[in-house]
């Protein structure tokens, strides 16, 4: 059974960094593509940044600010945010297990349990 686990989440005051760590396990999957995503209250589950065939791709309100990586030896995708703002505060997710490289959320088939970033002004 696929398994997932977010870690690295918390609270940072605007400008600070945090970096977010998913370790993948218990399934033989499709490491090509892994992706970021994050739900704020109220509002849908966005795609933030992917790493497909070792590109990355990233949505616009992130770009230049969020790095996404992989590293397939350890099964672990990372996400390195810089200059947070209060509007990144969410409950960030980290997915697998998608047809093709997509921001839709809809499409990603098997997600971690989420870790919390809070960004205070």
């Known amino acids: 059974q696929v398994q997932l686990v977010e870690s690295g989440g918390g609270s940072v005051q605007a400008g600070g960094s945090l970096r977010l760590s998913c370790v993948v396990s218990?399934?033989?999957?499709?490491?090509?593509?892994m992706g970021w995503f994050r739900q704020a209250p109220g509002k849908e589950r966005e795609g933030l940044a992917l790493?497909?065939?070792?590109?990355?791709y990233y949505r616009d309100s992130v770009k230049g600010r969020f790095t996404i990586s992989q590293d397939k030896k350890k099964d672990t995708v990372y996400l390195q945010m810089d200059s947070l703002k209060p509007e990144d505060t969410a409950i960030y997710y980290c997915?697998?297990?998608?047809?093709?490289?997509?921001?839709?959320?809809?499409?990603?088939?098997?997600w971690g349990q989420g870790t919390q970033v809070t960004v205070s002004s």
């Open positions: 790493i497909c065939s070792g590109l990355p």
């Open positions: 997915a697998v297990d998608v047809g093709a490289c997509t921001f839709s959320a809809s499409s990603w088939k098997q």
């Open positions: 218990g399934y033989s999957y499709n490491t090509n593509f």
